[in-house]
């Protein structure tokens, strides 16, 4: 809970969420990577695609397009549809093949017309249906398996090619051109195909590149080089895209936890397996030792310990009885639980995050903007370099026409990025869904990226660095009142109030009468934000807060009541307790102190972040002498406190003026400082619907020690990404080299090109072997 002021009484302030803004990546190069035309099988069933929100006075058409994979695709399908009239807007999901077209349209089948003439087939996408999804992955992997036989049946023609053309000293005769043709045609037909397309839309894309080299080798009399890149081409694209799948069962593994079907109770008491899409909240489940959970709820009876590490990330049970609640996808490990349902199958937790982080890889990173710009000049620039190279020598009289023209063929396999552009989007999945393992939600690629860059992290006190759960520890009489009459006024003042310190003062009370002595009526009742409450009592005005509202009452003391209440105070404060003044028109009447342990994990997150280097600040609504005991017991020098809301948001506009800056709360009632960091971070956003909406980065767990590993975990995404970015373009510029200087050949640059794309994709897997971050827990 994040504390607002050092009393009792406020009302929550509670601010829009944070906006953010889904780039659909309207800047993406035509120049883009391979497109992978193969149909695989998932590990999981794809993923439910997530809808977006329509745009007014809009319809929503989504597609599934099994062979829309990589930007290539998205730039000429954009390219294709943007034009036509009444469509809106368009938003891709790579990751599961789903394109949502915002349009007006009363009939859609234009859409499919100027898809169908791209060569993409479009699917409409039946919301929840699980037997849809199946039969697609079963069809996906029926056509991975011819095209593997395919694949095979051409790369025994371009190898008997290759071999009839060394035993022969003839790469031009009818049997090795015949032979050839037959790899070419065999392997080739869908690569020629999206060449053709990319040549009707000027669309400069790998498949034209390819395309071009290959009839250019036939053409100068290269029939095996033909044959042989041809096929290597498409092995590598079959091998990479299997690669890319893993990446993807990542995100549609996360919601695969939960079962399909569960216990129901019926009518007649019986227990009966019912499917999870047709149980209602509301309804009464069964859960067996060594079952998953399959929605949220909350439990009836029973007691066990459940396996939660899918939704929060602990790598220990939690304990579960009567009333506690639990998630879908986690495991029950002890004994029999009975259940209320509280969520329907797509609205649990579970399901949310999923849908989250599919979101979040939808987004473009600031690094892939980057390379995708890159990528745009960088193609045609090749492109022009190799026309160059195969036209100027021979003009010049430097050179043979066909080893000019050869040499620009490899400069055109060169030409192509892909290596370049996929690493980008692979790595960040791979970070994203790495995160969600371990219990940390990241809303999106800028978040992921930005964390590496924080140097500043203010840290709510309540709730975030304590428990939130404070209790009554002391209570001193300032005037003739026993201590369970200052007691019994302050529990029926606070008992009409939400706030954690009136809980605390209320259960102190009903602890003392065993709840039998009900508080007092209170009549004329005012919660003064920032400040406490006011109300009538037996026809007594009396009110309840901090030192603020004390100030503002404008009661007047003599010199020692005043010194007497300063000392006391004083001796309240430096034992970390919050200072509740009771008060009525004319005097003090008593001091109340709450105070708030530390969570068990909070100083070994602290030691954490600043051994990374973190500055730490401590943002408190609380009393300054409380909030620097709590500061002191950290090691937090930083300690703002008796901050108001506005006073928090101001905080981090300065703090984010000079570096970035996270903010951690509870994701509701710091919203406004939230909204305001570079990152703003939700703690224990398991069972808050509204802080998994709000924050940038929801900690699922009540443990701050996520935080570093966020950190960690960002480092690592980005060492992976440059790694990979190096990689890619180092082996272009050594081809290149090597190229000019006449030592490579056609097929090789296939390979390398292919190859580093391959490298790229399983370095960036290597994110999802994560075990243990050294140093953290």
């Known amino acids: 809970m994040s504390e607002k002021v050092q009393c009792c009484g406020h009302e929550k302030h509670q601010q829009s969420p944070k906006h953010h803004t889904h780039d659909h990546g309207h800047d993406h190069s035509h120049a883009h990577g391979h497109s992978h035309d193969h149909s695989h099988g998932h590990a999981h069933p794809p993923a439910t695609p997530v809808k977006t929100a329509p745009l007014p006075g809009t319809e929503q058409l989504m597609l599934n397009i099994v062979n829309m994979d990589c930007p290539t695709e998205e730039a000429l399908i954009r390219q294709c549809l943007t034009p036509l009239p009444g469509v809106a807007a368009l938003d891709f999901d790579l990751l599961n093949r789903v394109l949502t077209v915002h349009h007006s349209l009363q009939d859609t089948s234009g859409i499919q017309t100027k898809l169908a003439s791209i060569g993409m087939q479009g699917v409409p996408v039946v919301a929840d249906d699980g037997a849809q999804a199946a039969a697609q992955a079963l069809e996906q992997a029926a056509a991975t398996r011819r095209k593997w036989l395919v694949l095979g049946f051409a790369g025994v023609m371009a190898v008997s090619a290759e071999v009839t053309a060394y035993m022969t000293g003839n790469e031009t005769s009818l049997a090795v051109a015949a032979l050839a043709l037959v790899a070419i045609l065999a392997g080739g037909i869908p690569t020629l195909k999206k060449a053709w397309i990319a040549l009707r839309h000027f669309t400069l894309n790998i498949h034209l590149l390819m395309a071009v080299a290959v009839i250019g080798a036939a053409a100068i009399g290269q029939w095996p080089e033909a044959a042989?890149?041809?096929?290597?081409?498409?092995?590598?694209?079959?091998?990479?895209?299997?690669?890319?799948?893993?990446?993807?069962?990542a995100i549609a593994g996360l919601a695969a936890h939960a079962p399909d079907t569960a216990l129901l109770k019926q009518a007649d008491g019986s227990w009966v397996e019912t499917a999870t899409a047709q149980i209602a909240v509301g309804q009464l489940m069964r859960v067996r030792p060594g079952e998953r959970i399959a929605l949220d709820g909350v439990v009836e009876s029973g007691q066990s310990s459940v396996n939660q590490a899918p939704i929060t990330g602990e790598s220990m049970p939690v304990a579960k009885a009567a009333g506690d609640k639990v998630y879908a996808g986690t495991l029950n490990q002890a004994g029999m639980l009975e259940m209320r349902v509280s969520s329907l199958k797509n609205e649990t937790t579970l399901a949310r995050i999923a849908r989250s982080v599919q979101q979040a890889?939808?987004?473009?990173?600031?690094?892939?903007?980057?390379?995708?710009?890159?990528?745009?000049?960088?193609?045609?620039?090749?492109?022009?370099?190799?026309?160059?190279?195969?036209?100027?020598?021979?003009?010049?009289?430097?050179?043979?026409w066909h080893a000019s023209i050869y040499q620009a063929l490899v400069l055109l396999v060169i030409a192509c990025p892909c290596a370049l552009v996929i690493s980008t989007p692979v790595t960040i999945v791979c970070g994203l869904a790495l995160a969600a393992r371990r219990g940390i939600l990241v809303k999106g690629g800028l978040y992921l990226e930005q964390g590496r860059q924080l140097a500043t992290i203010a840290l709510d006190k309540t709730g975030t660095l304590t428990q939130g759960k404070p209790a009554l520890t002391?209570?001193?009489p300032l005037a003739n009142m026993t201590e369970n009459e200052v007691l019994r006024i302050a529990a029926s003042l606070d008992s009409l109030s939400q706030h954690p310190?009136?809980?605390?003062?209320?259960?102190?009370?009903?602890?003392?009468?065993?709840?039998?002595?009900r508080p007092d009526d209170v009549s004329d009742f005012l919660s003064l934000?920032?400040?406490?409450?006011?109300?009538?009592?037996?026809?007594?005005?009396?009110?309840?807060?901090?030192?603020?509202?004390?100030?503002?009452?404008?009661?007047?003391?003599?010199?020692?009541?005043?010194?007497?209440?300063?000392?006391?105070?004083?001796?309240?404060?430096?034992?970390?307790?919050?200072?509740?003044?009771?008060?009525?028109?004319?005097?003090?009447?008593?001091l109340l102190a709450v105070a708030d342990s530390l969570r068990d994990t909070s100083r070994a997150a602290v030691a954490q972040m600043q051994a990374l280097g973190i500055r730490l600040v401590m943002l408190s609504?609380?009393?300054?002498?409380?909030?620097?005991?709590?500061?002191?017991?950290?090691?937090?020098?930083?300690?703002?406190?008796?901050?108001?809301?506005?006073?928090?948001?101001?905080?981090i506009h300065e703090l984010s003026g000079s570096a970035v800056t996270g903010m951690v709360g509870d994701g509701v009632n710091d919203a406004p400082a939230l909204a305001r960091a570079n990152i703003g971070f939700a703690m224990g956003a398991a069972g808050t619907d509204t802080a998994l909406e709000t924050a940038d980065v929801a900690l699922m767990q009540d443990d701050l020690r996520k935080l570093p590993e966020f950190i960690h975990i960002s480092r690592?995404?980005?060492?992976?990404?440059?790694?990979?970015?190096?990689?890619?373009?180092?082996?272009?510029?050594?081809?290149?080299?090597?190229?000019?200087?006449?030592?490579?050949?056609?097929?090789?640059?296939?390979?390398?090109?292919?190859?580093?794309?391959l490298l790229v994709v399983l370095n960036s897997l290597r994110m999802l072997q994560h075990k243990k971050i050294p140093g953290l827990a």
């Not at 310190?501 to 002595?517: D, F, P, R, T």
């Not at 909030?627 to 108001?644: F, K, P, T, W």
């Open 228 to 249: 042989v890149v041809i096929w290597l081409f498409g092995l590598a694209e079959m091998i990479e895209a299997a690669s890319l799948d893993r990446a993807r069962n």
């Open 361 to 400: 890889q939808s987004q473009r990173a600031p690094t892939q903007r980057f390379v995708d710009k890159f990528a745009a000049v960088y193609t045609p620039v090749v492109f022009v370099i190799a026309l160059l190279v195969a036209v100027l020598p021979p003009l010049m009289g430097s050179a043979q």
């Open 474 to 476: 002391g209570i001193v």
């Open 501 to 517: 310190v009136a809980h605390a003062i209320v259960m102190a009370h009903a602890s003392q009468n065993n709840g039998e002595n």
């Open 529 to 590: 934000s920032g400040r406490g409450v006011r109300g009538t009592i037996a026809g007594k005005q009396y009110h309840l807060g901090n030192l603020r509202m004390f100030n503002e009452l404008g009661i007047i003391l003599s010199t020692a009541e005043k010194d007497r209440l300063e000392q006391e105070m004083g001796k309240l404060e430096a034992q970390a307790g919050t200072v509740v003044l009771l008060c009525d028109e004319s005097s003090v009447l008593a």
């Open 621 to 651: 609504g609380d009393n300054r002498q409380t909030a620097l005991a709590i500061g002191s017991q950290l090691g937090i020098a930083d300690v703002r406190a008796e901050l108001m809301p506005d006073d928090k948001l101001a905080a």
């Open 716 to 757: 690592r995404t980005a060492a992976i990404l440059w790694q990979n970015i190096s990689l890619a373009l180092g082996i272009k510029a050594v081809f290149f080299i090597l190229t000019l200087s006449g030592h490579s050949s056609l097929w090789m640059a296939v390979f390398a090109d292919t190859g580093t794309s």
